[in-house]
């Protein structure tokens, strides 16, 4: 598990293509303190094993992981997000996030509000059920908020911060990003349906009054 906090931005070294999967080497000055082999680290989002490890860091991706996420698409000197992966007692600052990408999202619009720099992406709408105004959504492994959804579409708004010291900042309309929805929304849904198969009543406001949630 992952929490959306990016603790660096690394750049791709080589990405090794084989017949349905990669081998794909970043260079990182901070998450390569203390990495192991077999230890987990997110990259744009994406869960992946350490195989190798020094100054550089190397995994293998599977052809699922690259049909599912941006990472195919990359190349040499490109940067990513990088994230070692939660340890227990360590502040949650972001959401929880898996490294389980949904889906492959399109920047449509970038827009300076104030401080602020608002950021369109177009989305599938399989994944879009699960995302909510004020929700949680990793964008290329970021924990965004998202601030308005539409039929194909939602936006997030980044801190300075955010803008500076992650991919975002450098990338304009048509590029590809990793799309996360919160893992709660699934389980919800899970539930709900679960609950609709066996023939119980759906979860209403009384039926929350009734249990001391309203």
């Known amino acids: 598990m992952f929490t959306g906090l990016i603790e660096e931005m690394g750049r791709i070294e ?29 990259v744009n989002g994406v869960c992946l094993t350490v195989t190798a490890a020094g100054r550089s860091f190397t995994a293998d991706v599977m ?13 040499p000197g490109e940067r990513v997000n990088l994230e070692r992966a939660l340890r227990f007692g360590d502040r949650v600052g972001g959401h929880l996030v898996s490294g ?19 950021v369109s992406i177009g989305a599938p709408r399989e994944m ?6 004020k929700g ?7 924990s965004l908020t ?5 039929e194909d579409w939602f936006s997030v708004s980044l801190i300075p911060h955010t803008y500076r010291n992650t991919t975002l ?7 590809k990003v990793n799309l996360e929805a919160d893992v709660l929304a699934r ?9 609709a198969g066996r023939g119980q009543s759906a979860i209403t406001g009384d039926f929350l009054r009734e249990h001391g949630y309203l």
């Open 63 to 75: 052809a699922e992981t690259l049909d599912r996420s941006n990472l195919g698409r990359l190349v």
């Open 14 to 42: 080589r990405l090794v293509p084989g017949p349905s999967s990669a081998r794909l080497t970043v260079a990182a000055e901070v998450v390569t303190d203390g990495l192991r082999v077999g230890d987990s680290v997110a």
């Open 100 to 118: 389980h990408v949904d889906a492959v999202g399109t920047i449509t619009g970038k827009e300076e509000r104030d401080i602020a720099v608002v």
């Open 169 to 175: 900042g450098g990338k304009n309309n048509g590029a």
């Open 136 to 142: 949680s959504v990793a964008v290329d492994g970021i």
């Open 187 to 195: 389980y919800i849904e899970r539930f709900v349906s679960s609950r």
């Open 128 to 133: 879009l059920r699960y995302v909510a105004t």
């Open 146 to 150: 998202v601030l308005e959804t539409g």
